[in-house]
Each structure stands twice: as structure tokens, then as C-alpha cells.
């Protein structure tokens, strides 16, 4: 199939032949033409499926007829990464029809985003928080909105969204067309889809499968080798670009630092960092001046960067369908791609639920040569040990250590201090989801 079928205006036909794009898609063979026809679209799909043209090149199409400089199409996103994608999306799939867009997120100054809107533009790109932020301004005008997409419903679910999603709902036109896209179905989502969509078609593809293009592997390894372990695959390992999950900030940043000194060209992307580094970040690992990025689930939401070639679970994600998202980083747009998970003992009912929603038993690898006998430094087994011997008594000025509660803090020497559990927020928690949300 081609996409000449779709009899779309030559402006936006030539955005897609600039784009490269040969054949559609599964999504966008299914959804462009119910998109172009004005019907709501409930539409299961991941990411790197090609849902993001499925969405834009109707759009592009509807917005060549009628009037410009006003918001006519507004599409809401979880994260400014992407929502900075879908924007570039749009930019280059309309670069020959001169329709204006413009992103709409939190993190950056809100002036230029006003005066951009004060100009006029036809399409918004938004997350939700700043969104609500021009509305009640008054800076953005979506009186005469058309069309509107909520893209990763699911993702805006997981973090706490969807009070904002029903303000910013009220704020519309009633008759209007809406699409929402979704790669997973949970109740939430069936909801809200009863309440925006009117008699929606429901196009879909392998909502919940990851592509089949990703190959799996698993490494089973102690907590405290997984970086040397990590540092040994990538050494083995022929990879363009590597995404690499942390469940936590801290994790993924003080990874990055460790790959970086290990030699590697890498950078972090996570929600501690501000918008610009971010964007530095990604655009970085966009163009190959870094060749691993290392991410925590929320940050690196719908990146798309086609050419990964490796995705590194270090920590096992908290839910299947995490997994399943992050995966579908890599091995897309049909290019093969490398899944490989770290895991520990504690990681057991995880593997199991993610075996299960792959409907396979993932292969479990030993990487030969490495020491996997090496112990836990000793800060690790200090519990296993009996107790000490009293001390022999200090010098004087080793007394100022002596702890507020008169016992005396044993260091072994070249031994950092263990800080159990720190930083190990689940990246489901509140406080999580409550920084994202100040971040838009
Ligand atoms: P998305 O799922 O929208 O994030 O798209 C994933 C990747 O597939 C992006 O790099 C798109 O540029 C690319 N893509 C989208 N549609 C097509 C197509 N019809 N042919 C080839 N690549 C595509």
C-alpha cells in the first residue's frame, strides 16, 4: 500500500516523501483514512509505530482547507520530550504548508510561547500543566478548536494527569473531533474514552505486544556488579545508540557519570535536570555526539530515536507494561533491536510477569570471563558478621567522630559510606509524579 491512496493534499504529500516515508505503517494504514473522514479515534498503538504521522498527516490535510492563525488542533502529551517530538513531527511532515505550530510546556519561560500564540498559530503541542497556565492567562484562544489528541492517555494517567485533562476538556468545544491513543487499555482509559469520544473506531495494533523485532535477553547478577557487569556487555557488545533505564534519578545520573569516566560518550536524561539540559541531552544523543543515554522511565517517554540499537533494563521496570514501553524504544520503525534486562534475585516475580505478558520465556544469559564471585563490598555483609570486639581507644582527634549517640562510627578504611536505600524511590510514587507534574 502507498500513501498516494490516501489522496492527501500535494503539500502534506510532499512532507511525507521528504520524510522518507515509502509505505504506511500498520497504524496508519488503519487510521488515516477514519481520521480524514472526521470520525474520533480510539487508537491502541505504542510508540514507534508510526502513531504520531497517523495522527499529524490528517491533521495537516484538515488544516489546508479553511482558515489559518488560530488554534484549530491541539494535541496534549505526558512529557516535553514528547511533546517536542510530535511538534518536530509536524514541522516536517507540513514543511510545505506553511502551518504554523507551536509547544506549549512547563520547565522553560512562558513569554515566547505567548508571543508565538499572540502571532498566531494552527496547531498547539501542550502538556498539561502549562497548558492550564495559558488558559487561565487568557494567552491561548481554543474557542475555535477543530481537533484534538490526547496522545499516551495511559502514560497521562500514571501521572495524575487526568484532573487536569478534564479541566483543560471543559475548556473545548463541545463538537469537536477527538482522537486518543493509548498503548495500554486499563479501566481508566475506557473511561475517559467513553466520556471524550463519540462513536469512536477503534484501530489498533499489538497494543500490548512489544515489537517483534526487539530480542530479549535477561542477566541475572547481584545488585552491586550490575554496573561492572553492564560495563563488560556494552565492551562485548556492537551498539549504535544505547538507551540505557535507571528506576531512579539519582541512579541514572550517577550512571551516566560512570559511564562517562569509563570512556563512553554518555549523558543523562532525567527529571532533576532543567528543560534546556534536557534537551541538550536528547538532542545529543540524537545526532551520536552521545552514544548512550542513560534515562529514568518518565523522562524518556515516547523518545524516539530510530537508530537505537540496545535497550538496558539496569533496574527491571515495575510493571510489564513499562517494560513493554521501554522496549519499544528500540526496534522501531521495523529495525531490529536488543532488549537486555539485569536482574537480581528480588527481581523474580517481575521476570514472571513480564515472561507472561510476552507469552515467551525470555532467555537468560552468563556473560563468560566476568567475576561474578566477587562480594559485596563490605558495607553489604557488615550485617552477617558477629558482633564486633570493642574498640582500642582512639587518638584524640579521631573522638570528634564519635556519633551525637556515643557510639563510635566504624569506617573501614577506603570504604564509602552505605546509605541503604537511597534514592530508591519507586518511579510510581507519589513524590515522582508530583515533580513531573510541576515540571509541565
Ligand atoms: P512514532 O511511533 O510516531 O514515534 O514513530 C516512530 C518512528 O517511525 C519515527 O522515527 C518516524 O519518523 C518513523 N515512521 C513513521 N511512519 C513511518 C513510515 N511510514 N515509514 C517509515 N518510518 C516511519
Do not use: W
Not at 520524510?19 to 472526521?38: L, R
Not at 476538556?169 to 479501566?187: E, G, I, N, V, Y
Not at 527491571?316 to 536488543?338: F, L, M, N
Not at 558478621?385 to 582527634?397: G, V
Request: glycine share 8%.
Amino acid at each position: 500500500m502507498q500513501f498516494k491512496k490516501f489522496n492527501l493534499h500535494p503539500n502534506v504529500a510532499a512532507g511525507v516523501t521528504a520524510a522518507g516515508y515509502v509505505e504506511p505503517t500498520p497504524i496508519q494504514t488503519q487510521a488515516i483514512p477514519v481520521v480524514m473522514e472526521g470520525r474520533d479515534v480510539m487508537g491502541l498503538a505504542q510508540t514507534g509505530t508510526g502513531k504520531t504521522a497517523a495522527f499529524a498527516l490528517p491533521i495537516l490535510n484538515r488544516l489546508m482547507q479553511g482558515d489559518r492563525g488560530h488554534v484549530r488542533a491541539l494535541v496534549v502529551a505526558p512529557t516535553r520530550e514528547l511533546a517536542e517530538q510530535i511538534h518536530e513531527s509536524i514541522v516536517a511532515l507540513g514543511k510545505q504548508t506553511r502551518i504554523r505550530s507551536v509547544t506549549v510546556y512547563g520547565g522553560v519561560n512562558i513569554n515566547p510561547q505567548i508571543d508565538k500564540l499572540k502571532r498566531g498559530v494552527e496547531v498547539v503541542v501542550a502538556c498539561p500543566g502549562r497548558l492550564l497556565d495559558h488558559i487561565g492567562q487568557g494567552t491561548i484562544d481554543l474557542s475555535r478548536l477543530e481537533v484534538l489528541v490526547l496522545d499516551e492517555a495511559d502514560q497521562m494517567f500514571d501521572m495524575g494527569f487526568f484532573p487536569d485533562i478534564r479541566r483543560i476538556l471543559k475548556q473545548l468545544p463541545p463538537k469537536r473531533q477527538t482522537l486518543l491513543f493509548s498503548a495500554t487499555m486499563p479501566d481508566e482509559i475506557r473511561k475517559l474514552a467513553h466520556e471524550v469520544l463519540a462513536d469512536p473506531v477503534t484501530v489498533q495494533v499489538g497494543n500490548t505486544a512489544p515489537p517483534v523485532t526487539v530480542s530479549h535477553a535477561l542477566y541475572p547478577v547481584e545488585q552491586h556488579l550490575k554496573t561492572p557487569l553492564l560495563l563488560e556487555i556494552l565492551h562485548h557488545t556492537d551498539t549504535e545508540s544505547v538507551l540505557i533505564f535507571t528506576r531512579t534519578k539519582h541512579r541514572a545520573k550517577r550512571l551516566g557519570e560512570q559511564l562517562e569516566k569509563a570512556g563512553y560518550k554518555a549523558a543523562s536524561l532525567q527529571g532533576n535536570l532543567s528543560q534546556n539540559r534536557r534537551q541538550a541531552a536528547l538532542d545529543g544523543f540524537r545526532d551520536g555526539t552521545f552514544q548512550i543515554l542513560v534515562a529514568t522511565d518518565i523522562a524518556a517517554r515516547g523518545i524516539d530515536v530510530s537508530q537505537v540499537s540496545h535497550v538496558f533494563n539496569y533496574d527491571i521496570p515495575d510493571t510489564a507494561e513499562a517494560y513493554v514501553h521501554r522496549i519499544g524504544r528500540t526496534g522501531r520503525a521495523a529495525k531490529s533491536g536488543d532488549a537486555f534486562t539485569l536482574v537480581t534475585s528480588e527481581d523474580g516475580v517481575m521476570v514472571r510477569t513480564i515472561e507472561r505478558k510476552l507469552n515467551a520465556t525470555i532467555e537468560r544469559r552468563k556473560v563468560e570471563g566476568f567475576d561474578y564471585t566477587v562480594p559485596a563490598p563490605r558495607k553489604d555483609i557488615e550485617f552477617a558478621r558477629p558482633p564486633r570486639q570493642p574498640m582500642p581507644r582512639r587518638k584524640p582527634q579521631e573522638d570528634k567522630k564519635i556519633s551525637s549517640h556515643g557510639g563510635a562510627t566504624h569506617k573501614p578504611e577506603g570504604v564509602k559510606p552505605h546509605v541503604p536505600g537511597r534514592g530508591a524511590q519507586p518511579a510510581s510514587s507519589r513524590t515522582h509524579v508530583n515533580r513531573a507534574r510541576r515540571g509541565n
